[in-house]
């Protein structure tokens, strides 16, 4: 069925699926230049580089000394808030593909591991600023306050995705694959209420994410087959 | 003095620090550049380096706990990461605005349940008490902590003068509130309702280590470190330690304080340090010894009442600390 929308494309899981993006995406755009859907590796590369920009800032800000006296309320603010940035990335991958614009799909992958990667560096710096690496510390943060507790499961969640994200792995996997990477929806609601439950006088940043992630969620909610055909 | 000389310092005497000449070197050598670049119409978005005067003060005995043993807190540090609101939320806008608050003259009226209300100026301030030098350990409700050498004179003194009525319990203090030199009090999103408000029991007010502030490393203080009179009370969190004082009321009924006022669940009207009492958002049990780093984060455990428990613990006798924190 050339140039109709997969509906089932719109609840697609969120951290791969390159190859399902770009079928959409050449259908939905009736495309039949396929060498223009390869992948091109200079961009590649520079998009990964791109996405470690701001690990690179941070990393040039801690060994110059230059985050003030009290570094930690920084480091944790800029991380979080690049987890949860990666995940509009990720999150709006798909439903850009399937309106024309399949180019962020391609990353996708990367996107994703990216949010693993900036939740993870969230979570050693948590460690070493805030709990100094105590177990016990860790239980007692995990057990009294409720947004360190969802920022973990989050976390935990990310685990198993990422792992799964290696080509092959997937390819084993089959149909449970894309049952699996809908979790990427959860550690969305997640990181909103972990973010939502810090806010201290101020919930400007809650309401923008809360926003962005209520639009991309609702989007892929199974609609009513379109009768008509593109 | 570059931002890379946030070590710790050793202990040693602060008479023999001197970070100050050099820290107004380099305003002068901005305000310089400022005026070279013709930008100084701009007015408040400059801080006026202020002259700091030199202060005469004893210094405190060994052993006291007028008297902490532990490392200073570097002078650029101590009066670059601030909270005063006033001034801006994000902790290098003190610094950075403050400088637009007028500070010379000052007037500071004492009254309610007094014998004998009346104003101070600042001269009375500076000339009318003996001022000694106090290393006590400045704790924050936000889990970071500094050591501090302040100069200033018992509140107790201050308040002998005006004759508290013996119906009086409590004491209020308020901050200035002048619109058009504290930016922060102009922001839209704020929602202080200014001016700032604190209070103290009028045993905490007259306890020894309770201290009118009025210099900080020698000299006075700079307008982020609340100029030219603040309350230092050690055993408290450091929102209780209430900047550039010019209203001080004997009342017979606790006061509002601004942040009980804003999130009373999060902020008492005590404020004690208390290792046991978490604020609803984060432990209490340590605190980050500024200064800190990601590879040294200098984290010490919070002890109670700051480590001023044998001057304090007897004034909160039977009181469930859980409940009044």
């Not at chain 1, 979790?183 to 809650?206: C, E, K, M």
């Not at chain 2, 043993?69 to 570097?74: A, N, R, S």
């Amino acid at each position: 069925m050339p140039g109709s929308i997969d509906v089932n494309v719109g609840n697609e899981s969120a951290l791969d699926g390159n190859a399902r993006a770009d079928r959409a995406s050449s259908q939905a755009s009736n495309s039949v230049a396929k060498p223009s859907l390869r992948w091109n590796p200079t961009i590649r590369v520079a998009v990964f580089v791109a996405c470690l920009l701001p690990l690179m800032i941070l990393v040039r800000a801690v060994a110059t000394n230059s985050l003030g006296p009290d570094p930690a309320e920084h480091l944790m603010h800029v991380t979080g808030e690049w987890v949860m940035r990666f995940l509009v990335l990720v999150l709006l991958a798909t439903p850009l593909a399937h309106n024309g614009w399949p180019r962020l799909a391609r990353y996708r992958r990367m996107l994703g591991l990216y949010v693993w990667f900036y939740a993870t560096l969230h979570l050693l710096v948590f460690a070493q600023v805030y709990i100094g690496w105590s177990g016990e510390q860790l239980v007692e943060e995990l057990a009294e306050r409720p947004y360190v507790l969802v920022g973990f499961l989050a976390w935990l969640i990310l685990v198993p995705l990422g792992i799964t994200s290696a080509h092959t792995i997937r390819r084993k996997m089959g149909r449970h694959w894309r049952q699996l990477h809908k979790l990427t929806y959860a550690v969305a609601v997640l990181g909103w209420l972990h973010l939502l439950w810090l806010s201290r006088s101020d919930v400007g940043d809650a309401v923008v994410y809360g926003t962005l992630f209520g639009v991309l969620l609702v989007c892929r909610l199974p609609l009513p087959k379109p009768k008509v055909r593109l | 003095m570059s931002k890379n000389d946030w070590k710790t310092v050793p202990q040693i005497a602060s008479s023999e620090i001197t970070p100050e000449s050099v820290w107004l070197n380099r305003r002068n050598l901005m305000k310089a550049a400022a005026v070279g670049a013709g930008i100084t119409a701009v007015g408040e978005t400059i801080a006026q380096p202020k002259a700091l005067k030199d202060l005469n003060f004893t210094t405190a005995t060994d052993d006291t706990p007028f008297k902490a043993t532990e490392d200073l807190t570097p002078y650029e540090a101590a009066t670059t990461y601030n909270n005063f609101y006033e001034f801006g939320t994000d902790k290098s806008d003190p610094a950075r605005y403050a400088g637009a608050m007028t500070t010379d003259p000052w007037e500071i009226k004492v009254g309610g349940m007094v014998n004998k209300p009346g104003k101070l100026h600042l001269e009375d301030v500076l000339s009318g008490f003996d001022l000694e030098e106090r290393i006590y350990r400045f704790r924050c409700v936000e889990a970071w902590s500094m050591v501090v050498p302040w100069i200033g004179f018992p509140l107790s003194k201050l308040l002998d003068r005006f004759e508290p009525k013996a119906e009086g319990k409590f004491i209020e203090f308020k901050t200035l509130y002048r619109r058009s030199e504290m930016r922060g009090t102009r922001s839209f999103t704020s929602i202080i309702d200014w001016p700032y408000r604190e209070g103290l029991r009028i045993d905490e007010a007259m306890n020894p280590l309770t201290l009118m502030t009025v210099g900080l490393y020698g000299k006075t203080l700079p307008n982020q470190s609340g100029a030219p009179l603040r309350l230092i009370v050690p055993w408290k969190y450091g929102f209780k330690n209430i900047k550039s004082i010019v209203e001080i009321n004997v009342t017979d009924r606790q006061p509002k304080t601004s942040w009980q006022d804003l999130a009373p669940q999060e902020y008492g009207f005590y404020a004690n340090v208390n290792p046991e009492v978490s604020h609803p958002r984060w432990s209490q049990a340590w605190e980050r010894r500024l200064p800190s780093s990601l590879f040294n984060p200098n984290r010490v455990r919070t002890k109670m009442f700051n480590g001023y428990a044998e001057q304090v613990a007897d004034l909160y006798k039977g009181m469930d600390l859980a409940r009044f924190y």
